[in-house]
């Protein structure tokens, strides 16, 4: 647990970069997707699943977790690690997301945020202090600091506002963080400000200013589109410190990724591969498969029979189409075991291709194969 | 697929009663337990946790597969086997029981049962030549004859009609299934007549006129309370052949399952492992542990550290509180093997006994255990 928090970039190809976060609980490979564990769980996998599927980093939320079980709870039974069973590092946001997105009544003033728990009302508080407080009790090997997220779409001033409220937040998180030694473990600021290029400017400069051990993009993926997200990031990650790992929050589909790596982003999370396969939805290297479609049915094929994950290569279509249907357990305990395998696999591609400084090809075979898809009928 | 269906009787301990049961795809070792895989799944388990755990069978719903995906779809799949991936023996039911606990109408007359599906409200029929039909299109190592399930209580006459309707539905049943050759392949019929001995003696002397590789017992646990099950076991299984092997459908607690190897039942099938599992109840060789209980919430200790499932022996009651209160499916996964793995090291702990002639000992010994609790606090 001592060893530092550090990052080293190993290879650029174009805006593409490869690198590795070094943390307490060991080494990420970026670019990275990190499965989401709300509470402690990547719903419907085994932590050795993950594991095995190629994931170096989980993320956790602090908002979830300050409610269910507790932040002193975790701390208690020997922090998430210890709770959850997963060894590798973990990244916890700060809670400012789902304050905007999930609880019932908040109130957000200088000294932090107020709000209703979404699962029985009780009232939580949480300051830019208490937030940095909570993900240390965690454990967690990357802190975020506490931001103010609004909807899209959004006023002029209210982007501003919470820009610039986020700006003075970032600071009082950072004290936080560094008035209790955690080796090996790093704290991001995140650069919030819309899709304007000039507050974007503005509150990366503010955070740099500042200093972190990392640089998270936030505000984004909350329903401006991808045209307008990667537009945003055009402009954003060019101001960037070279030597910080980049993390785009909440982001995305195989392609938003693919296309976010090509603007020099490290770091990615969402819950899309749990939660669309909960639904029926796999992601493969075919593009898109809806499980639930009835042309399903009668197809013995797996996903796709050349990927080492069970998931994808030892059931078929038809068994995944029956379970799904069904409603049974085990169609979204495999379609979610495939979705991380295959995100896993495409960030193993995208790694591999920059090493080569092929990125530019791999990126143009992966769109077409998605567009193609299996090459055998419409899938 | 060649070899023949037989029961070998390696040991007798007062009734109870130690064999192995070939079939076409490998043996089963009695006494056993076979989890329910109503739908081609064991509800929150992948096949392989369900063989590693020590089960030999599984068991299929005629009634469930032949409404949805189908029983010819099934077979144009390869059959349950390949569809599902279970590699081992699968008993399946013949849809008696569901017709009588799920359909939303039904009308029963001499030459079948005619339903409404519980899923969409489509009609079908079932005669015990169609049951028969279904049971090999999913390729099952055990099947079922049909027969008529009544709900508890009910009239004399109406126990006295469904037996004998059972009846000869039995001998309908076995043309049916001697009409096709199946090597390895064996055809239970099923004694009822409720909880009145007189009409069991009839049941199980007529089965035995037509001629079964097994026996099983239906209509009980249906309502009438462990007390009158076993009493009603008292006088059904010695009129059973002792070269055949005898099922108890449907069967049940831990306690019931012990009490009845005790009075000679070599097989049984229950969804309650499964279904409870998912409700947060744990099954263990200390008894039932209830994870909702808030009692588990600051509790770093596992279910039962000895035992070699993870499920059991790798998580601590903490967690899976926290899951089962998240509503998270690990939490319903978690649990669901445990108690598959419980019920499984039950029955090796019962085949043992039976073997060693010390099956009264272990009997008392699990008694108290489960009455003893972990001896730390309650639980």
Redesign the interface.
């Known amino acids: 647990m001592s060893r530092e928090f550090s990052f080293t970039l190993h290879k650029t190809d174009g805006q593409a970069r490869r690198g590795t976060v070094h943390t307490a609980h060991g080494d990420i490979r970026t670019p990275a997707f990190m499965p989401v564990g709300t509470?402690?769980?990547v719903?419907?996998?085994?932590m050795e699943q993950v594991k095995a599927a190629g994931a170096d980093i989980i993320l956790g939320n602090t908002y979830h977790l300050m409610l269910?079980?507790g932040a002193e709870?975790v701390a208690?039974?020997?922090g998430l690690h210890q709770?959850?069973?997963w060894k590798g590092p973990i990244l916890t946001d700060s809670g400012g997301f789902q304050i905007m997105s999930l609880s019932k009544i908040r109130k957000i003033n200088e000294a932090g945020a107020t709000f209703q728990s979404h699962i029985d009302g009780r009232k939580y508080e949480l300051s830019p202090e208490r937030a940095m407080e909570i993900q240390r009790l965690l454990g967690s090997d990357i802190q975020m600091q506490l931001d103010q997220c609004i909807q899209f779409p959004h006023t002029e001033k209210e982007a501003e506002d919470a820009m610039q409220l986020s700006l003075r937040w970032a600071e009082r998180s950072r004290s936080a963080f560094q008035s209790v030694s955690q080796p090996g473990h790093g704290n991001f600021g995140i650069v919030q400000g819309g899709t304007n290029e000039k507050r974007r400017l503005v509150s990366s400069a503010g955070l740099q200013n500042i200093g972190f051990e990392g640089y998270a993009i936030g505000g984004l993926a909350v329903g401006e589109g991808q045209k307008l997200m990667l537009s945003t990031l055009d402009f954003t990650t060019p101001n960037l410190p070279h030597d910080r790992p980049r993390y785009l929050m909440g982001v995305g589909t195989p392609e938003d990724i693919l296309e976010s790596v090509a603007r020099g982003v490290d770091m990615f999370d969402c819950v899309m591969p749990t939660r669309s396969g909960r639904h029926g939805q796999a992601f493969t290297r075919f593009g898109r498969i809806n499980l639930r479609n009835a042309r399903h049915?009668?197809d013995?094929r797996p996903l796709d029979g050349e990927h080492p994950c069970p998931a994808l290569s030892?059931?078929?279509r038809?068994?995944l189409h029956?379970?799904i249907?069904?409603g049974?357990?085990?169609g979204?305990?495999l379609l979610s075991w495939a979705n991380i395998a295959y995100y896993q696999t495409l960030m193993q591609g995208i790694r591999e291709a920059i090493e080569l400084g092929t990125f530019e090809d791999f990126r143009a075979a992966t769109h077409e194969q998605w567009q193609r898809g299996d090459g055998l009928r419409p899938i």
């Open positions: 509470v402690g769980t719903k419907g996998l085994y269910r079980p709870e208690a039974l020997g709770f959850t069973g049915a009668a013995s030892h059931y078929s038809a068994y029956h379970l249907r069904a049974e357990l085990l979204m305990m």
